[in-house]
């Protein structure tokens, strides 16, 4: 059955390939991005199931001013894909409070700005899906990547609560964990690096960017591929809280889950037996 995608940052990378995966498989698509002109391009021109929305995910007038012209066009939004971000790569010392915080600000912050735009929609339907793009640093701490995290894991915690909030009206919320895929997140336009530079770190930084600038293009996963794959998730009648996507990914998953068992089990004698003497 067709149905309506909102899919932010579909100018490129993992956006698009989504974008042009829906409109392949029948859907109608409001694919957003800050340049309507380059989606419009990246995705073959004007289409009659497609719209092309300005939008900066920061911004949340012109959250709510893309869902109300998706609204208006399709009448309805089943499915919101919150895929936009960007990279803030180094060393938490070397990065300036700015980039933290931009860095938050964008892969935090912005898509609560969008499903905050979207959920009246989907509450007044009493249906919906709202899936939003983590990482493999949204759940296994990763090396150069503290500001990525930090707004990952944000998101983590952001989606999980959210699926309590909004499962009552019907709407079923994803957490998608990718592992590393050829997408462009590292490319120059998505990839920002420390602004500052300290002498205890200076060789590791330097070694570490190279290394993260060689992976470019060469990651092992096909984004084409877990494009498709999101669409057979969203079809799902309950479709998972987490969708972890990519052999490495499901590895790395798998290895903190048992890692958190054990930390457990070790915290358990000292960590039991706090309560008041009194409580029941």
Not at 125 to 140: C, E, N, W
Not at 256 to 275: I, T
Request: proline share 3%; glycine share 8%.
């Amino acid at each position: 059955m067709s149905k309506v995608f909102f899919i932010t940052g579909a100018g490129r990378g993992l956006g698009a390939d989504i974008a042009r995966r829906a409109l392949a498989a029948g859907h109608q698509v409001i694919a957003t991005g800050r340049r309507p002109e380059r989606v419009l391009e990246v995705l073959g021109g004007e289409q009659d199931n497609l719209l092309a929305a300005l939008l900066d995910i920061t911004d949340p007038e012109a959250a709510e001013r893309a869902v109300q012209d998706a609204v208006d066009r399709f009448g309805r939004i089943d499915v919101l894909i919150n895929n936009a971000a960007n990279f803030y790569a180094g060393f938490f010392e070397e990065l300036s409070d700015a980039q933290v915080r931009s860095q938050i600000e964008t892969n935090l912050f912005g898509p609560m700005n969008v499903t905050r735009a979207v959920l009246p929609i989907m509450r007044a339907q009493r249906s919906g899906h709202v899936m939003t793009v983590s990482s493999l640093a949204g759940v296994v701490g990763v090396d150069f990547c503290v500001a990525y995290s930090a707004a990952k894991f944000g998101v983590e915690g952001f989606m999980e609560v959210l699926h309590h909030d909004v499962a009552p009206f019907g709407i079923h919320t994803t957490i998608v964990e990718p592992g590393f895929f050829r997408t462009e997140l590292l490319v120059d336009a998505s990839t920002s690096y420390a602004d500052g530079s300290i002498d205890d770190y200076a060789e590791r930084t330097a070694a570490t960017k190279k290394q993260w600038e060689s992976m470019n293009g060469q990651q092992t996963g096909d984004p084409v591929k877990l494009a498709d794959a999101l669409l057979r998730v969203t079809d799902l009648d309950q479709p998972p809280l987490r969708f972890v996507a990519g052999d490495d990914c499901l590895e790395a998953v798998q290895s903190k889950a048992k890692d958190l068992l054990a930390q457990v089990e070790a915290s358990r004698e000292l960590g039991s037996g706090l309560a008041y003497a009194d409580a029941a």
